[in-house]
């Protein structure tokens, strides 16, 4: 201090006044630089004399034209579409191309500097830096390509640019891309590559990034089927005389037996998700309306996780009075199946076109002359034997043995489509009629689509009396009096004719119609034990740490935290070296008090996408670096990078 009590004033060292110079130096350049390039950019805005052709969407009301319209189009004629950038590339300063796409259509449109309406080099630029997925309104003249088209549907057409707006912008980076989605996904949960290693999307991630595979042609076209499959359904049922009709999916009780049914809280008292419209169906038959179908959805709690189960799906049912025979029942089924498949080949060859691209078996399905096989379920039972498969008489065909029989059927019946009928009466639910002459089995069929299941029905008990006695000998006895089940008996105590029904699964259907591997490439948004939401939980961690880092998730013992609705967390870790997930799980629970949390051992999670975004100088990843979950305590940064990412999003995909 000096004579004064004050602190003595440290002069700046030469090093730190050199510093200082070269800092204000480069500071003074930069702002030189950013005031050249802004009056550069003032100066090229105002010679752009096409400034009015492209950029943000003008007001006003466009007549849009249809990809699917355009063949109609005369040469010349000028049209208006509104389409996602499917593909945007620069040739050259005067000349670049769109890939313009609309579901299943595609469509080259060329730009060019100069022509009528006087396009700049700026627009030209403008346009071929468009992000793919951008939603654009381009207005242009029809006019025929030299050669055509190959990487188009339409091939002999294009569009010469004359306008063009920006709707929606698409992002820089897409986190999936749609020709990585396209391909048949990989059998196991890994990412796969093609025959020329380009890489192939697996389901998983597939079904995480939902909305981007949903555009792509492949999902266009599943999902075309999937309508006309309940278009097709609906049409046949109405042209019978058959009465709709919308039943509850909330029920005071687990009806059919109890068993696989989701409990939900109903206003603080407990209720059941409907396992199917069956017992709102026979009180509408008991109800006099003869002939009813519903389209809607079927909830199911168990815990399956196969290529072919959900724990909702749609269902396609129906129910009917039988006037002499209950065979009746199957004729309808089959018909109304024949009917699907024949409807689908007559309006869908254009869309199944798309999807044998990558499904060469797509609709390649055999079908009898005359009836469809019906075999018997003993019969059944018997064929396997007789190839040296055990299977019992009392007990419904396990998915492996159904598949053996389809192929032993296909083998000698030549059809991909039959029936299986009297099923035994232990592999029934107690509503199915027994076989009056014979006790142990049921009037009951299935019907199967190579070599799996798609519809099960059957004749109902429709006496009172019968109906009781069934359910008391069921195992375990079922009340008739019960809160579940006294209103469905009461439908009959006062009379009703004997009927019966069946019930299709939609996405089955069209899963095996068009021979994709998984029912989930079937379904919109797919349910199953694993699954509940289009993608998994994104958990932002702020990591704030140093290299080395030798274990970022704690092992193979690390718990990983799984939000069912989605949410976004930032997280402070301060660890020197690392932060475990098992410590985040606590505060996270502390934190989410919305929020429902399960916990779940690394070895039930397969994969995680990681992908980070950083602060200051440090590094920025912008594909997501997918990684066994098994090998992420192996993952070490680059050397040269002095600490780790400020900000790591981890998003946990499920098997």
């Given at each position: 201090?000096?004579?004064s ?35 550069e ?13 492209y ?6 009301q ?13 040469e ?5 579409i ?12 005067k ?39 951008s ?32 709707v ?35 389901l998983?991630?597939r ?44 029920a ?39 002939r009813?179908?519903?389209?809607g ?15 909702e799906f ?23 199946l ?22 060469p ?6 079908i ?8 018997r379920f ?51 639910p ?36 019968a109906?009781?006695e ?11 009096e ?43 948004f ?20 140093y290299?080395?880092v ?8 690390a ?19 690392s932060?475990k997930?098992a ?16 916990r ?15 602060r200051?100088?440090?590094p ?15 993952l ?7 600490r ?12």
């Open positions: 201090m000096d004579n009590g004050q602190p003595e004033s440290v002069e700046p060292s030469k090093n730190a006044l050199k510093k200082a110079a070269k800092d204000a130096a480069k500071a003074e350049k930069a702002a030189k630089r950013q005031e050249q390039e802004r009056l950019r003032e100066k090229a805005e105002a010679s752009d004399t096409a400034k009015d052709l950029g943000s969407l003008p007001k006003g466009h007549v849009l034209t249809s990809l699917g319209d355009i063949s109609n189009k005369a010349g004629e000028e049209v208006t509104r389409a996602r950038v499917h593909n945007a590339r620069v040739q050259s300063a000349l670049a191309f769109l890939d313009l796409r609309q579901r299943l259509e595609h469509i080259q449109a060329v730009i060019a500097e100069g022509g009528g309406t006087g396009i700049s080099r700026q627009m030209v630029k403008w346009t071929g830096g468009l992000n793919r997925e939603i654009v309104l381009v207005t242009g003249l029809i006019k025929a390509p030299k050669e055509p088209i190959h990487s188009a549907t339409i091939q002999n057409l294009e569009i010469h640019v004359e306008k063009v707006y920006m929606s912008e698409g992002p820089i980076q897409l986190p999936l891309q749609l020709k990585d989605a396209t391909p048949r996904p990989p059998s196991g949960d890994e990412e796969g590559t093609d025959s020329e290693g380009a890489p192939v999307a697996s998983a991630t079904l995480d990034n939902r909305v981007i595979c949903l555009r792509t042609s492949i999902d266009q076209a599943i999902f075309q089927i999937n309508g006309v499959v309940k278009e097709l359904f609906r049409e046949f049922v109405l042209k019978h005389r058959f009465q709709e009709i919308e039943t509850p999916k909330i005071g009780a687990a009806t059919e037996g109890g068993a696989g049914v989701f409990e939900i809280n109903y206003f603080n008292t407990p209720a059941f998700l409907t396992q199917s419209p069956q017992f709102y169906k026979q009180m509408a038959i008991a109800g006099d309306m003869e009813v179908f519903e389209i959805p079927v909830f199911r709690a168990e815990n399956s996780n196969t290529p072919r189960h959900l724990t749609t269902g396609l049912d129906f129910e009917m009075e039988i006037h002499n025979e209950w065979e009746e029942v199957i004729d309808f089924a089959e018909d109304l024949i009917y699907i498949f024949n409807g689908i080949r007559e309006r869908c060859k254009h869309t199944m076109a798309v999807i044998q691209r990558e499904y078996d797509a609709g390649n399905f055999k009898p002359e005359g009836r469809a096989p019906r075999i003993a019969d059944g039972i018997k064929m396997l034997r007789e190839a040296g498969i055990e299977a019992s008489e009392n007990e419904d065909i396990s998915t492996t043995n159904e598949k053996t029989l389809g192929a032993l059927i296909l083998k000698k019946h030549a059809t991909d489509f039959y029936f299986l009928t009297h099923y035994p009466t232990p592999a029934r107690f509503y199915t009629h027994l076989d009056p002459t014979n006790p142990s089995l049921t009037h009951s069929y299935d019907a199967f689509m190579r070599g799996q299941e798609i519809v099960s029905g059957a004749q109902r008990v429709h006496d009172s009396a109906l009781k069934r359910m008391r000998g069921m195992q375990p006895p079922l009340d008739p019960s809160e579940g089940f006294k209103h469905y008996v009461n439908a009959f105590e006062m009379a009703c004719a004997p009927h019966g029904g069946g019930g299709f699964g939609l996405n089955r259907i069209t899963m095996l119609w068009l021979g994709l591997g998984n029912i989930r490439q079937a379904t919109w797919p349910r199953d034990p694993q699954r509940k939401a289009p993608g998994d939980s994104i958990i932002v961690i702020d990591w704030n740490c290299p080395p030798n274990n970022v998730f704690g092992g193979q013992s718990c990983i935290a799984d939000l069912a609705n989605d949410p976004k967390w930032l997280i402070s870790g301060r660890e020197h070296r932060v997930l410590k985040i799980i606590p505060l996270l629970a502390s934190t989410s008090g919305n929020f429902e949390l399960a779940a051992q690394s070895s039930d999670l397969h994969y995680c996408s990681i992908t980070w975004k950083t200051g100088g440090f920025q990843r912008q594909k997501p670096l997918r990684l066994p979950l098994r090998l992420l305590h192996l070490k940064y680059d050397n040269t990078v002095d780790l990412p400020a900000i790591m999003i981890v998003n946990i995909i499920k098997s």
